[in-house]
């Protein structure tokens, strides 16, 4: 149980374009959902967290207006990157508290590369 | 806030040899103590994980140890396969309801065959 899809999985895009990457919880309800940003051979770093039905808290560093998230549902978040450029590019991954028991489900990420 | 120190940065081992990865934590109220193996392109999953009560934990090749006097916890595999390859996170998380854990910066294991 506790699975998170994360889609797409790989996406490249040209500069100034957006780009939408989605998480969505299978088998539970994720009131909250966590979204990463990992370079290469470099940890995790977090970048938000998205609750159902209110704003997502960003953290410090994190532009807003670049990095939208919205979180409508208790089963999907996206993560929405807004006019793209080379240093966006990265392997972006979304998390939720798993239901029940301690720790997170991870989704599988999405390695976004912008051209 | 809490900060996660990770070490070695990389491991090398040969097939059928143990591997340690240690981490350190500084905020004491820390209770929850994750291991992530992370295989290249994917996300991380978790693989133990251990509570501030418990000391150690074991499940088949894995087991984690916790000092909690000293703030230091330790991933052990032993019986080192290829599959095992990979980056392994380790994260301590505070008490509350959200769990956010704090992730050390990962060890990259490579098994020989």
């Known amino acids: 149980g506790a699975v998170v899809s994360q889609h797409p999985s790989r996406v490249i895009c040209k500069s100034g374009t957006s780009v939408k990457i989605e998480c969505r919880s299978l088998?539970?309800?994720?009131?909250?959902m966590f979204w990463y940003r990992q370079f290469p051979k470099k940890s995790l770093m977090l970048m938000a967290t998205s609750n159902e039905g209110s704003k997502a808290t960003y953290e410090q560093g994190v532009e807003k207006d670049k990095f939208l998230i919205n979180h409508a549902s208790l089963t999907l978040s996206t993560l929405t990157v807004t006019s793209a450029h080379p240093e966006d590019s990265s392997f972006y991954i979304c998390?939720?508290?798993?239901?029940?028991?301690?720790?997170?489900?991870f989704g599988s990420g999405t390695r976004l590369t912008v051209v | 806030g809490e900060n996660v120190e990770q070490h070695p940065s990389t491991l090398s081992v040969q097939e059928g040899d143990s591997a340690v990865i240690k981490c350190t934590y500084s905020d004491s109220a820390s209770n929850y103590f994750p291991w992530y193996k992370q295989e290249l392109g994917k996300g991380p999953q978790l693989i133990i994980d251990i509570r501030s009560n418990v000391g150690e934990k074991k499940d088949q090749r894995i087991a984690v140890t916790l000092n909690k006097t000293a703030k230091h916890f330790s991933l052990h595999i032993t019986e080192t396969q290829p599959e095992d390859s990979a980056v392994y996170f380790c994260a301590a998380s505070p008490p509350g309801g959200s769990y956010i854990p704090t992730f050390g910066r990962g060890t990259s294991l490579i098994v020989h065959p």
């Open positions: 998390s939720a508290p798993r239901t029940g028991e301690d720790g997170y489900t």
């Open positions: 088998d539970f309800q994720a009131t909250t």
